[in-house]
């Protein structure tokens, strides 16, 4: 039996990936060779590859413009400190939203000034600051959507500096105007694909804005120019995160997908607030499509709770350990049959106390 997987990463993907991912590790492509065994540089490696960045972009809207993909080692944690790497000449401007934002930052100090525009740490970061002014510096940073604490940003600052985003956690959930970044990456392990790779999506204009003296690995006009090839690169994530974007398209692509997730986002939030056992963690206005936190209200009845949703075989329920409670992380694959399940035992708890 499958469990419904409401975990924040790796988390669940679409059945017919898996199905397609563990053929192919037996046989791809009829070659005779496991997808684990072909080499980097075969032809049928190079097509995986140039699709899969091909349909990155396209599910972005960034095809024929001037953006370039790229999947890269290191997950989202090494564009952390890449960006800095390459583009942070003296100040960088960052948006202090979580746990992720912060790492973000310590890796910018590392090469100059990261300054914090706003942060919401005063309240356990349980929101999103809105009234900030971002200072003439080389780029501007933001985290899309705060994983572990169920918050998302709905605007975006316009402004004449470079725009960075960490969106490991909600890219490709919603339609946005992709354009208006200079630089997206996020880890492949919730709407991209499996662990192991991140996708970085980058304006080609901002490479010019390069550093002299960064390291081959770490400057992205290398991996541009060697077509995100300079070195091995993590085929089979590459492979999953194919798979993936195709399934993305079949269902009609982003357009499609933020009906879904929508209307998964919509029930979850009208049970926690309408069933008087719970109380969501993240502010009403701010409150993520992916990633849903919430408490219960009375914590001795958490053995009660955690064993109705066991027994309705849901997994991976509890929420970070750095804020506890609940999460329910609602990643394009997950069902919406999936929520439904998980309010249907909700409401059992209400009905059993
Ligand atoms: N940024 C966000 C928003 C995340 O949710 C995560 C992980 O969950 C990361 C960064 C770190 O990603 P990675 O483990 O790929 O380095």
């Known amino acids: ?43 049928a490696f190079v097509a995986i590859m140039e699709e899969a960045r091909a349909l990155a ?14 999947f890269l080692h290191g997950g989202a944690s090494m564009q952390f400190l890449m960006v800095a790497y390459n583009f942070l000449q003296k100040k960088a401007a960052y948006l202090d939203t979580g746990v992720w934002s912060s790492k973000a930052i ?17 309240e356990n970061y ?34 004449g500096i470079p725009m960075i985003c960490d969106m490991s956690s909600d890219i490709f959930s919603k339609k946005i105007d992709y354009n208006q970044f200079d630089l997206i990456y996020a880890g492949a392990q919730k709407n991209i694909g499996t662990t192991g790779t991140a996708l970085v999506l980058i304006k080609k204009e901002l490479l010019k804005k390069i550093k002299p003296n960064v390291p081959s690995m770490l400057s992205y ?11 091995t ?24 997908t933020e009906s ?10 009208k049970e926690i607030d309408r069933n008087p056992l719970f109380y969501g ?52 694959a997950l069902s919406i049959e999936s929520v439904e399940l998980l309010v249907q035992t909700m409401q059992e708890l209400e009905k059993n106390i």
């Not at 985290?143 to 940003?153: D, E, R």
Request: contains cysteine.
């Open 106 to 122: 310590k890796e910018g100090e590392l090469f100059g000034e990261a300054i914090k525009v706003a942060s919401s740490k005063d």
């Open 57 to 70: 972009l396209e599910m972005a809207d960034l095809q024929n413009k001037d953006y370039e993909a790229l």
């Open 1 to 43: 039996m499958r469990k419904h997987n409401f975990c924040a990463g790796p988390c669940t993907l679409p059945q017919s990936v898996f199905k397609e991912a563990a053929a192919a590790v037996e046989n791809y492509n009829n070659s005779g060779l496991s997808i684990l065994e072909i080499s980097h540089r075969s032809d």
């Open 126 to 159: 349980n929101y999103v600051p809105k009234n900030y002014s971002i200072p003439e510096v080389d780029y501007f940073h933001c985290t899309s959507n705060n994983t572990i604490y169920g918050t998302q940003l709905k605007e975006f600052p316009q402004i």
């Open 221 to 231: 006009q290398t991996h541009i120019e060697r077509k995100s090839m300079f070195n």
């Open 281 to 332: 963690f993240a502010k009403k206005e701010d409150r993520s499509m992916m990633n849903a936190t919430f408490f219960l209200k009375d914590e001795s009845l958490s053995d009660k709770f955690n064993d109705l949703w066991q027994k309705a075989e849901i997994n991976g329920l509890e929420g970070h350990r750095t804020i506890g409670g609940y999460r329910a992380s609602m990643y394009n």
């Open 233 to 256: 690169p993590p085929v089979y994530a590459i492979y999953v995160a194919l798979l993936n974007l195709r399934w993305l398209e079949k269902q009609g692509g982003i357009s499609a």
């Open 260 to 269: 879904k997730n929508r209307k998964k986002a919509a029930l979850i939030y």
